[in-house]
């Protein structure tokens, strides 16, 4: 049974989308709460990728985000909502 995921909304590279997708369809499968599965993307993508990055899972939630230019991806997984983004190497707003 294969997880499928959903793309609303994105700003990254082919490599990068498939690797946060992957880490996004394990937590999918394997943990148990939202909290669970975004604290484990975020550990997998600081590893894998260089972090910080900033991971929000669930079913219903609000934000305004900055990132990084090709660091960002809002996508759905069996109806729970992902967004995730860096802000490596960001600078303060004066």
Request: net charge positive; charged share 30%; glycine share 10%.
């Amino acid at each position: 049974n294969q997880v499928k995921a959903e793309i609303k909304k994105k700003q990254v590279s082919g490599k990068l989308e498939k690797g946060i997708l992957n880490i996004a369809k394990h937590a999918a499968k394997h943990c148990k709460t939202d909290k669970e599965k975004a604290e484990y993307i975020k550990g997998e993508l600081d590893e894998e990728f260089g972090g910080p990055w900033n991971v929000i899972v669930g079913k219903k939630f609000g934000g305004v985000i900055t990132h990084i230019p090709d660091h960002f991806i809002y996508f759905n997984i069996k109806a729970v909502f992902h967004l995730i983004y860096s802000t490596r190497n960001m600078k303060g707003v004066v």
